[in-house]
């Protein structure tokens, strides 16, 4: 039997960052092997961040991302972790273009090249646009097992590397991924690591990114997985972690080189030997998140890193007294501080009072600053000079309110948030240049219904915790209202909210048409309404800031339609 203790360094990279993301992959290596490990492996792409979108057709990049490697190589041996076999994630480039690559780096040199050879083309993902697929599979012989690597698509696919590894023999096969964060995803990753640890008859190391990269978020969960689909250690998700464990394994001795399943199939041997035996060490399992902890942390860390990450240091955006601003502010102070969260009343003439008040017990919970900035007279000068009424005149309060925003941002250097869910996006209820202003939009991809549900579950959180709740109740119980004429209320001109949502889902993420949804029980006349106005409402919603992505059919980033679209879904 050879012992290997391995570590999984589930880290938090930023794109385009070549000399963090070095610091970063030389410093947890020698927190690795400070522990004791022989082999640390880093997530997909963990150089240069990922995606790199179209940084990878960029070959002045690309050719940095080697250079950097080889850097990183050096670094690595001159901080005494040269005896560790490390896998790093990165761009390469050659005579036939980019690569989405992984690297074996040993005693100061890399010892080993492997591309990925599934290239994900659906969803948030276009790596046929940027890659080119590998078919050489470098196996690297470490104390004596045999160590080979996969990428992230790689084991979601049948057939590839995993079957060319089976077929040649390995003893354990390390996974690098940056898969993000959608909800419920963690249900599949272990079974799918558990099958193609099957497949290889050996364990697999799966090691996923961490963090927020623009609209998509990298929640961990790295995982080690034995051959017969036992979870033998799990990180904890959304937070940067070591990840180590002991592996007491039978050498294979295997040998097999060449064509292989369509792969080129080459073998390294760094060290042959079995280490002496000591002590080994069991990695932990960590206890999954609830689905309501797991969306509120994706939140949190999206919208965290990318504030932090373009160099922001405050937000700024406008407390209604509303759900969604409540919310949204919640998530700030966790993400941020409360300190760093500047939240600013604007009452028209139609405001309520108890909006007013909720604004500032909102504030005085997660201690934020606020300001009140009335815009009556804002309003009454565009009114009155371009004669605006109805519906004009409702969308000039929320564009004054933009401005307003967006000149405290100027002053201030405060990123904005805008503040509108999904479903308002869905059926149109956001105004360009009005409540749509913004950098970033926390909740873009939080159906309503899961905004008030996420309010109800911090609280109680909160409370569990023995602390002041964030979101005043009256928020959370009040009907809900954009308060831009009197006695106004979003029932009066949409479907009920659970009733709304359901059809959304149906329609938006599972792409259902019109008898699909009668089908499904919905009265033909609000299939037609629900519908128009979504339609519609396209264009609004290619000009709304980035947010982060949870589900599985995010606006912008997943569901691409036309803005100029005469298709319509019709009764059949």
Aim: aromatic share 8%; charged share 20%; glycine share 10%.
């Amino acid at each position: 039997m050879a012992q290997l203790r391995l570590a999984l360094a589930q880290v938090n990279a930023c794109v385009g960052d070549l000399v963090g993301n070095s610091k970063l992959i030389v410093e947890w290596t020698r927190k690795a092997v400070d522990e004791g490990a022989a082999l640390v492996a880093f997530p997909e792409m963990a150089l240069t961040g990922y995606p790199v979108e179209d940084l990878a057709l960029r070959k002045s990049f690309a050719l940095a991302s080697r250079s950097a490697l080889d850097e990183v190589a050096g670094q690595l041996a001159a901080a005494g972790c040269g005896d560790a076999l490390v896998v790093v994630g990165y761009l390469d480039h050659d005579e036939k273009g980019p690569r989405n690559a992984a690297a074996f780096i040993h005693n100061g040199a890399v010892v080993g090249r492997f591309a990925k050879h599934h290239l994900p083309n659906y969803g948030v993902f276009d790596e046929t646009r940027y890659f080119v697929p590998g078919t050489t599979l470098p196996i690297v012989r470490l104390h004596g097992l045999d160590v080979g690597v996969v990428i992230c698509e790689d084991i979601w696919q049948d057939g590839g590397p995993v079957a060319a590894l089976s077929e040649a023999g390995v003893d354990v096969v390390v996974c690098i991924n940056g898969s993000p964060y959608e909800r419920n995803k963690d249900d599949s990753r272990g079974p799918l690591v558990g099958r193609r640890a099957a497949e290889a008859g050996a364990p697999m190391a799966y090691v996923n990114l961490v963090g927020g990269q623009d609209e998509l978020v990298f929640d961990g969960d790295s995982l080690i997985v034995s051959p017969n689909g036992q979870i033998l250690a799990r990180a904890p998700q959304f937070v940067e972690h070591l990840l180590v464990h002991d592996f007491d394994l039978e050498p294979g001795g295997h040998d097999r080189v060449g064509a292989i399943g369509g792969f080129d199939v080459s073998r390294t041997v760094v060290s042959s030997a079995p280490l002496a035996p000591y002590e080994a060490v069991a990695g932990t399992v960590a206890e999954p998140l609830s689905e309501d902890a797991e969306v509120w942390n994706a939140l949190v860390v999206g919208l965290r890193d990318y504030v932090r990450k373009n160099n922001f240091r405050s937000v700024v955006f406008g407390f209604s007294g509303g759900i969604d601003s409540a919310v949204v502010a919640a998530l700030a102070a966790d993400a941020l501080g409360g300190a760093a969260v500047h939240g600013v009343g604007m009452p028209s003439e139609y405001s309520s009072e108890h909006s007013r008040t909720d604004a500032a017990d909102l504030a005085e919970r997660i201690g934020a600053h606020f300001q009140e900035v009335p815009i009556g007279k804002q309003v009454e000068v565009f009114v009155s000079q371009l004669g605006l009424t109805g519906l004009a005149e409702e969308n000039i309060q929320a564009r004054c309110r933009g401005m307003a925003l967006m000149g405290l941002s100027n002053q201030h250097g405060h990123l904005v948030l805008a503040t509108g869910n999904k479903t308002e996006l869905a059926v149109g209820y956001s105004t360009i240049y009005g409540d749509a202003v913004g950098g970033f939009a926390p909740i873009k991809d939080v159906p309503k219904t899961l905004v008030w549900r996420l309010a109800k579950w911090r609280n109680a959180e909160a409370e569990r915790n023995g602390e002041v709740p964030p979101i005043p109740e009256n928020s959370i119980t009040k009907p809900p209202s954009a308060e831009l004429r009197p006695g106004q209320q979003d029932s009066d001109s949409l479907p009920d909210y659970e009733l709304l949502d359901a059809v959304l889902d149906d329609y938006i993420e599972g792409d259902s048409g019109f008898g699909d949804l009668v089908a499904a029980g919905f009265a033909p006349e609000l299939i037609e309404r629900v519908l128009q106005m979504v339609d519609r409402a396209e264009y609004k919603r290619r000009q709304y800031p980035p947010g982060t992505k949870i589900t599985f059919k995010a606006f912008g980033r997943d569901r691409r339609l036309p803005i100029t679209n005469a298709w319509r879904e019709h009764r059949v």
